[in-house]
């Protein structure tokens, strides 16, 4: 381990003031002993700047997948007081609202006969990778209309069903969302990419539920074995890029304005109270509701095509649920025996709220969140839910993924895209990118293993593994 | 070539050289664009872009996020920049190929430009550039 850096328990490490010059709260993370052989010195270095943010809480904190971002560490998660707090782009990152959703479907893997046909058929009903465009045409209204109202927005154009929207994050619209705090720039990024997934490590996947851990849970969240779901992993696209660089140039004026000291100029911030706090606040939960509705139009696109090949309905696809990685959101926590409204920051960084908590369908109530975790794309996802330990420790949240290892730099020389595309297809993985680059730069071996990083989050309590699936096909962007 | 990619587990980490301010813009552009499409062949659509900041890094950071919205939403490849700087003001003129599905295969989203371990730095009869590409 770094030095330093000081072991509290198994599975968490603390990052004590003075590690950088002007901390206000000890930074913490969570890792095992073979997570921490990866562990990089700037990401920690990342995480100990973010403590020296004014109005910070309690802890500076980063989970198993932590790695060098930039701002925030990928997997960084901090609160920031309503009052006397700050909110930074740099927390969030440029793909506002990336996130991911799972949903079911009533087939399993004997059904899947025709697994190339459908892969293929996905592939070309979602606009995938750079330069693909939308086929939807929407007004400045009508992407108004998104940016306020997310996924109720594309459910209300027929884009999925009512049930949806409660198993989404927030009903899959952020209240304080301001269509005109994102810029004329940003919507035009945005009105010909909604409904497209991206590229990089954006993807759909077929899957299917190997491995259930706790059954009522299961049950709960309508997980079955061998049945096929369906991940779909996507953001804000340009929209939310746009508003990341625009807003972060606004805010580092307010930075200097408002007299803030920063260790580095991707934290830039204001006060959450401030005219430039408020205008990114409002850019940044539009983006957000976008996202949601680019996910929800995605996911009826799968639909469309399950129900055409396999003749099954939508409301036997229902969707288990849709988190949310890339994002600052207002929530109320206990702080040391006290309720305080905060701006929770979320960087590479799942919500995990446990039992009984706001904002959960009646289903999930007893249980806690649904958190999903993707692996890469040859190992298994994970499906958790979240804990009153992440209520006490984590303001909520818990990791979002595997976290790199291996930079793209070198993915590109030891692996090909061809060699990895047909060393999954051995085992049973189909791959389909619009070019092999793509795939070499996503390869199982450029991640953490997933199973070690959820190991860490049950381990520590901070959420609870449900089940485990694998992929069978994967569209990447 | 005057750019390099250096190591960066996340994202992508750029090495620009060159021996003015000027060039080192241009040659940045030039690492971006192949960052984003792979191949990139001189065009004949023209550009001109102009835009203030206060100080050399927020220059860069600002050209390279126009040239990302530009060709963003132009479907353009940049293929050539002939930058001028006075002061704090930068003129460009920029030349660009319209982007192709079938010919740019290789390139990747980039998503943002990072302010993080963005630095410019002068050495000797060089600038020197390194930027971090989100991706």
Known sequence: ?477 | MSFEELEHTADIRMRVKASTLEGLFSDAARALMTVLYGTIDPGNICRHIEMDADDPVSLLHGFLSELLYISDVEELVISGAEVRITGNHLSADLLGEPFSREKHTSGREVKGISYSDLTIVREHDSYILEVIFDV
């Open chain 1, 1 to 477: 381990m770094l030095q330093g850096v000081k072991r509290l328990a198994p599975f968490e490490w603390e990052v004590p003031v003075g590690y950088v010059p002007g901390m206000r709260v000890p930074g913490r993370f969570f890792l095992s002993d073979e997570l921490a052989e990866t562990l990089e010195e700037g990401a920690v270095q990342q995480l100990a700047n973010v403590a020296t943010m004014p109005g910070i809480v309690k802890n500076s904190l980063a989970m198993p997948d932590i790695h060098w971002g930039y701002g925030f560490p990928i997997g960084g998660v901090a609160a920031f007081s309503i009052e006397d707090g700050v909110i930074s782009p740099g927390g969030v990152g440029f793909d506002i609202n990336c996130g991911v959703r799972i949903l079911t479907t009533p087939l399993s893997e004997k059904d899947l006969t025709k697994k190339r046909e459908l892969i293929e058929r996905l592939f070309n009903a979602v606009p995938t990778g750079v330069g693909a465009k939308s086929s939807l045409r929407l007004t400045q209204k009508e992407l108004d209309g998104m940016l306020t109202g997310g996924a109720r927005w594309a459910v209300r154009q027929g884009f999925g069903i009512e049930s949806d929207l409660v198993h989404c994050e927030e009903q899959g619209a952020m209240a304080g969302a301001d269509p005109a705090a994102v810029s004329a720039k940003a919507r035009q990024r945005g009105m010909p990419q909604s409904g497209t997934l991206g590229a990089g490590n954006h993807f759909l996947e077929i899957q299917a539920v190997r491995e259930i851990y706790q059954e009522d849970v299961a049950k709960a969240f309508g997980l079955t074995p061998g049945q096929i779901c369906v991940m779909i992993h996507c953001g804000s696209r340009g929209l939310g890029h746009q508003v990341c660089t625009e807003h972060l140039k606004v805010l580092e004026g307010a930075t200097k304005k408002y007299g803030i000291s920063l260790p580095d100029r991707q934290l830039a911030c204001a006060p959450l109270t401030s005219p430039e706090g408020e205008a990114y606040f409002g850019a940044m939960a539009a983006s957000s509701n976008y996202a949601w509705a680019n996910r929800q139009v995605i996911m009826h696109m799968v639909r469309q095509v399950f129900s055409e090949m396999f003749h099954i309905l939508y409301e036997e696809m229902p969707l288990v649920y849709d988190v949310a990685h890339n994002v600052a959101k207002l929530e109320e926590h206990n702080v040391d025996g006290r309720r305080m409204q905060l701006c929770v920051h979320r960087k590479g960084a799942t919500r995990a709220f446990g039992p009984g908590a706001p904002d959960l369908p009646g289903e999930y109530a007893p249980w806690g969140q649904p958190v999903i975790i993707p692996g890469s794309m040859g190992t298994s996802s994970f499906l958790l839910h979240g804990t009153r330990g992440a209520m006490e420790r984590t303001f909520g949240s818990t990791c979002h993924g595997s976290g790199r290892v291996m930079s793209r730099i070198k993915a590109k020389k030891v692996l090909s895209g061809r060699k990895v595309k047909d060393a999954l297809a051995a085992d049973g993985i189909i791959v389909r990118a619009p070019h092999d680059g793509a795939i070499a730069d996503e390869a199982p071996e450029v991640y953490k293993p997933s199973a070690e990083v959820v190991r860490v989050v049950d381990s520590a309590g901070i959420s609870r593994l449900v089940a485990r699936v694998v992929p069978l096909g994967v569209i990447k962007g």
